[in-house]
Protein backbone atom coordinates (compact mmCIF):
# COMPACT_ATOMS: atom_id res chain seq x y z
CA UNK A 1 0.00 0.00 0.00
CA UNK A 2 2.78 2.46 0.78
CA UNK A 3 4.32 1.82 -2.83
CA UNK A 4 0.88 2.65 -4.25
CA UNK A 5 0.99 5.87 -2.17
CA UNK A 6 5.06 6.78 -3.00
CA UNK A 7 3.33 6.72 -6.89
CA UNK A 8 -0.08 8.39 -6.40
CA UNK A 9 2.06 11.17 -4.79
CA UNK A 10 5.07 11.40 -6.88
CA UNK A 11 2.40 12.38 -9.84
CA UNK A 12 2.77 15.34 -12.08
CA UNK A 13 0.00 17.21 -13.43
CA UNK A 14 -1.36 20.38 -14.43
CA UNK A 15 -3.65 21.73 -11.68
CA UNK A 16 -6.33 23.17 -14.07
CA UNK A 17 -9.16 22.91 -12.08
CA UNK A 18 -7.73 20.82 -9.11
CA UNK A 19 -6.57 23.58 -7.00
CA UNK A 20 -7.69 21.78 -3.28
CA UNK A 21 -4.78 20.85 -1.89
CA UNK A 22 -7.15 18.79 0.66
CA UNK A 23 -8.80 17.11 -2.75
CA UNK A 24 -5.72 15.72 -3.95
CA UNK A 25 -4.95 14.52 -0.75
CA UNK A 26 -8.30 12.85 -0.26
CA UNK A 27 -8.28 11.14 -3.71
CA UNK A 28 -4.75 9.75 -3.01
CA UNK A 29 -5.99 8.27 0.42
CA UNK A 30 -9.24 7.64 -1.05
CA UNK A 31 -7.36 5.05 -4.11
CA UNK A 32 -5.24 3.11 -1.57
CA UNK A 33 -8.46 2.20 0.52
CA UNK A 34 -10.18 0.93 -2.49
CA UNK A 35 -6.51 -1.09 -2.73
CA UNK A 36 -6.89 -2.34 0.58
CA UNK A 37 -9.79 -3.24 0.63
CA UNK A 38 -11.42 -0.25 2.89
CA UNK A 39 -13.72 1.27 0.32
CA UNK A 40 -15.51 -0.40 -2.98
CA UNK A 41 -14.50 2.33 -5.00
CA UNK A 42 -13.24 5.60 -6.42
CA UNK A 43 -15.08 8.48 -8.38
CA UNK A 44 -12.65 10.44 -9.93
CA UNK A 45 -13.55 14.06 -11.75
CA UNK A 46 -17.11 14.38 -10.64
CA UNK A 47 -16.31 17.26 -8.86
CA UNK A 48 -13.04 19.88 -9.18
CA UNK A 49 -12.04 18.52 -12.16
CA UNK A 50 -8.42 17.81 -13.81
CA UNK A 51 -8.05 15.66 -17.18
CA UNK A 52 -4.38 15.24 -16.86
CA UNK A 53 -4.81 14.13 -13.10
CA UNK A 54 -7.38 11.63 -13.94
CA UNK A 55 -4.99 10.16 -16.52
CA UNK A 56 -2.38 9.89 -14.37
CA UNK A 57 -4.23 8.49 -11.47
CA UNK A 58 -5.40 5.83 -13.95
CA UNK A 59 -1.85 5.28 -15.29
CA UNK A 60 -0.62 4.26 -11.66
CA UNK A 61 -4.12 2.46 -10.66
CA UNK A 62 -3.57 -0.11 -13.26
CA UNK A 63 0.00 -0.38 -12.88
CA UNK A 64 -0.79 -1.38 -9.17
CA UNK A 65 -3.67 -3.88 -10.27
CA UNK A 66 -6.70 -2.26 -9.85
CA UNK A 67 -9.65 -2.13 -12.33
CA UNK A 68 -10.90 1.07 -14.20
CA UNK A 69 -13.43 2.31 -15.66
CA UNK A 70 -14.14 5.30 -17.81
CA UNK A 71 -18.44 6.35 -17.54
CA UNK A 72 -20.07 9.68 -18.00
CA UNK A 73 -20.68 12.15 -14.71
CA UNK A 74 -23.42 10.12 -12.30
CA UNK A 75 -26.08 12.12 -12.80
CA UNK A 76 -28.73 13.24 -9.83
CA UNK A 77 -30.64 10.37 -8.30
CA UNK A 78 -34.15 11.38 -6.55
CA UNK A 79 -34.91 8.88 -3.84
CA UNK A 80 -39.06 10.87 -4.18
CA UNK A 81 -40.16 13.34 -7.06
CA UNK A 82 -40.16 16.62 -6.57
CA UNK A 83 -43.53 18.45 -5.46
CA UNK A 84 -44.04 20.24 -8.11
CA UNK A 85 -45.22 19.72 -11.79
CA UNK A 86 -44.66 16.94 -13.33
CA UNK A 87 -43.63 16.76 -16.81
CA UNK A 88 -41.22 19.36 -15.94
CA UNK A 89 -39.64 17.21 -13.55
CA UNK A 90 -39.51 14.41 -16.59
CA UNK A 91 -37.80 17.71 -18.44
CA UNK A 92 -35.50 18.45 -16.03
CA UNK A 93 -34.22 14.90 -15.62
CA UNK A 94 -33.86 14.13 -19.63
CA UNK A 95 -31.97 17.61 -19.98
CA UNK A 96 -29.17 16.62 -17.23
CA UNK A 97 -29.31 13.14 -19.07
CA UNK A 98 -28.41 15.03 -22.38
CA UNK A 99 -25.93 16.99 -20.44
CA UNK A 100 -23.90 14.74 -18.71
CA UNK A 101 -23.74 12.56 -21.79
CA UNK A 102 -21.71 15.15 -23.51
CA UNK A 103 -19.26 15.84 -20.76
CA UNK A 104 -16.00 14.26 -20.44
CA UNK A 105 -15.41 10.90 -18.64
CA UNK A 106 -14.83 10.55 -15.11
CA UNK A 107 -13.25 7.83 -13.73
CA UNK A 108 -13.82 4.88 -11.53
CA UNK A 109 -11.14 3.06 -9.27
CA UNK A 110 -12.14 -0.42 -8.13
CA UNK A 111 -11.14 -3.99 -7.06
CA UNK A 112 -13.78 -5.92 -7.16
CA UNK A 113 -14.92 -6.86 -10.83
CA UNK A 114 -18.33 -8.09 -9.31
CA UNK A 115 -19.08 -4.15 -8.69
CA UNK A 116 -19.43 -3.26 -11.60
CA UNK A 117 -23.02 -3.52 -12.50
CA UNK A 118 -23.97 -1.60 -9.53
CA UNK A 119 -21.27 1.50 -10.17
CA UNK A 120 -23.57 0.93 -13.99
CA UNK A 121 -26.99 1.36 -11.93
CA UNK A 122 -25.46 4.66 -10.20
CA UNK A 123 -24.18 6.12 -13.45
CA UNK A 124 -27.95 5.66 -15.25
CA UNK A 125 -29.20 7.41 -12.55
CA UNK A 126 -31.13 3.87 -10.81
CA UNK A 127 -29.67 3.93 -7.64
CA UNK A 128 -27.60 6.50 -5.69
CA UNK A 129 -23.65 6.20 -5.22
CA UNK A 130 -23.91 5.11 -1.38
CA UNK A 131 -23.02 1.31 -1.83
CA UNK A 132 -20.63 1.73 -4.63
CA UNK A 133 -18.54 4.32 -3.29
CA UNK A 134 -19.07 2.89 0.60
CA UNK A 135 -20.98 6.11 1.91
CA UNK A 136 -23.68 6.07 4.56
CA UNK A 137 -26.63 5.84 3.02
CA UNK A 138 -28.16 8.37 5.83
CA UNK A 139 -25.76 11.11 4.54
CA UNK A 140 -26.47 10.26 0.17
CA UNK A 141 -29.77 9.87 1.21
CA UNK A 142 -30.34 13.74 2.96
CA UNK A 143 -28.17 15.50 0.55
CA UNK A 144 -30.23 14.14 -2.59
CA UNK A 145 -33.33 15.51 0.19
CA UNK A 146 -31.55 18.59 0.00
CA UNK A 147 -30.96 19.16 -3.49
CA UNK A 148 -34.98 18.23 -3.98
CA UNK A 149 -35.74 21.39 -1.50
CA UNK A 150 -33.64 23.70 -3.49
CA UNK A 151 -35.42 22.63 -6.68
CA UNK A 152 -38.86 23.17 -4.98
CA UNK A 153 -37.67 26.39 -3.95
CA UNK A 154 -36.77 27.70 -7.14
CA UNK A 155 -39.86 26.68 -8.79
CA UNK A 156 -41.89 28.03 -5.72
CA UNK A 157 -39.89 31.17 -6.68
CA UNK A 158 -40.41 31.43 -10.50
CA UNK A 159 -44.38 31.15 -9.77
CA UNK A 160 -44.27 34.04 -7.53
CA UNK A 161 -41.71 36.19 -8.90
CA UNK A 162 -42.60 35.43 -12.65
CA UNK A 163 -46.28 34.16 -12.46
CA UNK A 164 -44.87 30.84 -13.78
CA UNK A 165 -48.02 28.09 -14.01
CA UNK A 166 -47.85 26.19 -17.26
CA UNK A 167 -45.25 23.63 -17.62
CA UNK A 168 -43.62 25.75 -20.79
CA UNK A 169 -43.08 28.49 -18.42
CA UNK A 170 -41.00 26.74 -15.91
CA UNK A 171 -39.35 25.38 -19.09
CA UNK A 172 -38.49 29.07 -20.55
CA UNK A 173 -37.40 30.68 -17.45
CA UNK A 174 -35.32 27.45 -16.49
CA UNK A 175 -33.63 27.49 -20.07
CA UNK A 176 -32.78 31.51 -19.62
CA UNK A 177 -31.14 30.76 -16.43
CA UNK A 178 -33.95 33.43 -14.62
CA UNK A 179 -32.63 34.95 -11.85
CA UNK A 180 -34.44 34.57 -8.69
CA UNK A 181 -33.96 34.94 -4.51
CA UNK A 182 -34.11 31.72 -2.43
CA UNK A 183 -34.33 32.50 1.08
CA UNK A 184 -30.89 30.96 2.74
CA UNK A 185 -33.41 28.57 4.94
CA UNK A 186 -34.26 26.90 1.83
CA UNK A 187 -30.11 26.66 0.29
CA UNK A 188 -28.79 23.36 0.60
CA UNK A 189 -25.80 23.79 3.95
CA UNK A 190 -22.96 21.43 3.23
CA UNK A 191 -21.31 20.29 6.75
CA UNK A 192 -17.88 19.77 6.44
CA UNK A 193 -17.20 18.14 9.37
CA UNK A 194 -14.73 15.50 8.69
CA UNK A 195 -11.25 15.85 7.35
CA UNK A 196 -10.83 12.57 5.94
CA UNK A 197 -13.48 11.69 3.52
CA UNK A 198 -15.27 13.41 0.63
CA UNK A 199 -18.97 13.20 1.54
CA UNK A 200 -21.16 15.87 3.96
CA UNK A 201 -22.33 13.99 6.73
CA UNK A 202 -25.94 14.48 7.37
CA UNK A 203 -27.36 16.11 10.42
CA UNK A 204 -27.54 12.93 12.49
CA UNK A 205 -24.15 11.65 11.62
CA UNK A 206 -22.39 14.91 12.12
CA UNK A 207 -23.67 15.35 15.79
CA UNK A 208 -22.69 11.73 16.84
CA UNK A 209 -19.06 10.64 17.36
CA UNK A 210 -20.28 6.96 17.10
CA UNK A 211 -21.77 8.18 13.84
CA UNK A 212 -21.41 5.57 10.45
CA UNK A 213 -19.94 9.06 8.79
CA UNK A 214 -17.76 9.43 11.91
CA UNK A 215 -16.41 5.55 11.74
CA UNK A 216 -15.97 6.20 8.21
CA UNK A 217 -13.62 9.28 8.94
CA UNK A 218 -11.84 7.39 11.79
CA UNK A 219 -10.87 4.27 9.52
CA UNK A 220 -9.71 6.70 6.90
CA UNK A 221 -7.58 8.16 9.26
CA UNK A 222 -6.09 5.40 10.82
CA UNK A 223 -5.25 4.41 7.14
CA UNK A 224 -3.51 7.43 6.32
CA UNK A 225 -1.83 7.24 9.30
CA UNK A 226 -0.36 4.03 9.00
CA UNK A 227 0.62 4.80 5.65
CA UNK A 228 2.57 7.69 6.82
CA UNK A 229 2.60 10.30 9.51
CA UNK A 230 3.91 12.94 6.74
CA UNK A 231 0.62 12.39 4.74
CA UNK A 232 -1.58 12.13 7.75
CA UNK A 233 -0.02 15.63 8.83
CA UNK A 234 -0.29 17.06 5.23
CA UNK A 235 -4.00 16.09 5.49
CA UNK A 236 -5.06 17.69 8.54
CA UNK A 237 -3.09 20.83 7.47
CA UNK A 238 -4.75 21.17 4.63
CA UNK A 239 -8.25 20.62 6.03
CA UNK A 240 -7.59 22.71 8.58
CA UNK A 241 -6.71 26.07 5.72
CA UNK A 242 -9.66 24.97 3.63
CA UNK A 243 -11.64 25.91 7.29
CA UNK A 244 -9.83 29.23 7.67
CA UNK A 245 -10.79 29.48 4.28
CA UNK A 246 -14.59 28.92 4.58
CA UNK A 247 -14.88 31.11 7.83
CA UNK A 248 -12.91 33.53 6.02
CA UNK A 249 -15.66 33.95 3.48
CA UNK A 250 -18.08 33.48 5.67
CA UNK A 251 -16.97 36.39 7.45
CA UNK A 252 -17.01 38.67 4.10
CA UNK A 253 -20.51 37.60 3.26
CA UNK A 254 -21.55 38.34 6.79
CA UNK A 255 -20.11 42.05 6.93
Request: with cysteine.
Amino acid sequence: MRSLLNDLQGLRFDREEKTSELEILIDCLEVVAVAAGEKPSHLQGQGMRSRSFMQAIERVTVAHGLNVMHTHPVPTHYHRAPSYDADFFAWERQRERDAVAKESYVLWVFRDRELEPAIRAAVEGRTDVAHVLGYPECCVRENSELGIQYSEARVRAYQTEYGARATADLIRLTTANARVTISPADRPHFRHVYSHVQFSPCRACAESPKSPAAEINWAMKRLATRLSPAFERAIEKAAKAEAAAREQKSRRLRA
